[in-house]
């Protein structure tokens, strides 16, 4: 049913920890497959991926528009979910994604999601974390937000731009308030 790419530069923690909260999913039957994206070419990440029984995509170029545009490339099924490394999923989403993906499919009209950002409760708060809220509350969700979308609507907005600046920004954007959903489950950014 879905696809879950994550973009990961090269550090083993961020990675595992965003796959350790994916196992439940993979349980459930949700997650058919997850690609773990890497440019950097150290062999940490595709190590992670062999233990972890995921698939390892190497990619050329620097940007995260080219590491998420590569993982789509290569994604086998109907839905795609984009995490960034480091990524932990809280209890409920399993329930609340597959809602989303029938009641999306039972509309017929394209609907993307992106989950509720949360900080870690372990993490010093700074000037910087009090802009990106801010941020987040004038222009909307941002890329480390994750993003659920089906394969079709992917290809139709024209994916992630993989040489622009910011293109997960960009991608958002041309999705629109309208064709965008913010679900309940929030999502943390560990490490």
Request: aromatic share 6%.
């Amino acid at each position: 049913m879905l696809s879950v790419i994550i973009p990961t530069e090269g550090v083993e923690q961020t990675a595992v920890a965003t796959l350790a909260a994916l196992v439940p999913g993979a349980a459930a039957g949700i997650i058919k497959e997850v690609l773990l994206v890497d440019g950097t070419r150290n062999g940490v990440i595709e190590r992670v991926a062999d233990v972890a029984g995921c698939r390892f995509i190497d990619y050329e170029g620097s940007s995260q528009g080219a590491a998420l545009a590569a993982g789509a490339l290569q994604a086998r099924s109907p839905w795609l979910m984009f995490l960034p490394a480091g990524a932990v999923l809280e209890t409920g989403w399993i329930e609340e994604t597959t809602q989303f993906i029938q009641a999306v499919a039972a509309s017929g009209r394209d609907r993307a999601a992106v989950f509720r950002y949360s900080r870690s409760p372990y993490a010093d708060t700074g000037f910087r974390d009090v802009l990106w809220s801010v941020a987040r509350t004038l222009v909307g969700p941002l890329g480390d937000q994750g993003l659920l979308i089906s394969r079709d609507h992917y290809d139709r907005i024209g994916g992630y731009p993989s040489q622009a600046r910011r293109s997960e920004a960009r991608l958002l954007r041309r999705l629109g308030r309208s064709s965008r959903t913010l679900l309940r489950s929030r999502i943390v950014m560990v490490g």
